[in-house]
């Protein structure tokens, strides 16, 4: 009977080691990385995440079984903004896609493929398949725009959730602004300047010289059939 016991104490021991063992295998550890120069971060998939570089100031990760698209639209200073079309056009390919609340994030689910026909996810060189679970976030106070997508649902709103938003730009658009009145400002300053410098009465005299006819009389003239002209 003893015997019988410790077998059953052995083997709920071997079953508990074996979850652990199991939950430490299966975890996944994270690493912080800046979106944006000293400024927002979100947490990675640790020693797996590589950055696939920057297209026109739209920025790539991909991982084992998920891919990280970020975009600053005040980073990108360019008047015509080539990877915000992208970016965008990802964003509604995703949006098609099968819509999801989980933990309180919006989620769509697509097919892997859907994402690497994208012209932008041209540069990895890497082949997912299956279902992608994807995130879109956006910020308008630090103009970030994120887009998560991997094939573990769970990893991707532990990102969502571990973003940390800070503005390092400046707002492009009060700086255009800005520069907008400037300008206005100097052109009424000088027309101003001008108005104020130039002597009408040697422009009228040089017109009359020039046509031969007197504007005073022309003025009264005009004046007996249409009234009092007010100049």
């Known amino acids: 009977m003893e015997n019988k016991k410790i077998i059953i104490i052995a083997i709920i021991l071997l079953i508990i080691i074996a979850g652990v063992i199991l939950v430490i295998l299966t975890s996944v550890n994270y690493e912080r990385i800046d979106i944006t120069p000293n400024g ?27 891919i990280l698209v970020t975009y ?12 915000e079309l992208g ?3 990802l964003n509604d390919v995703i949006k098609n896609g099968e819509k999801q609340n989980i933990d309180g994030f919006t989620c769509y689910v697509i097919n892997a493929d859907e994402i690497l026909a994208i012209h932008i996810f041209d540069i990895i060189k890497v082949n997912y398949i299956g279902k992608f ?18 094939n573990d649902k769970n990893m991707a709103v532990h990102m969502a959730k571990s973003v940390q938003y800070k503005n390092v730009f400046p707002d492009s658009n009060n700086d255009t602004l800005s520069t907008v009145k400037n300008m206005t400002g100097d052109l009424r300053s000088k027309v101003n300047d001008y ?16 046509t031969g006819i007197n504007l005073d009389d022309a003025k009264s003239k005009i004046e007996q059939y249409t009234g009092k002209l007010p100049i």
């Open 72 to 83: 600053n639209s005040n980073e990108n200073k360019n008047i015509i903004k080539v990877s």
């Open 195 to 210: 108005a104020n410098n130039t002597n009408l009465s040697n422009i009228k005299s040089k017109v009359e010289e020039e």
């Open 40 to 66: 927002t971060t979100i947490e990675v998939p640790a020693n797996q995440t590589k950055y696939d570089g920057n297209i026109q100031h739209a920025k790539i990760w991909n991982w084992n079984n998920g």
């Open 133 to 150: 679970y994807c995130i879109p976030l956006s910020n308008e106070t630090s103009h970030d725009n994120i887009i998560i997508c991997c």
């Open 87 to 89: 970016f965008n056009t």
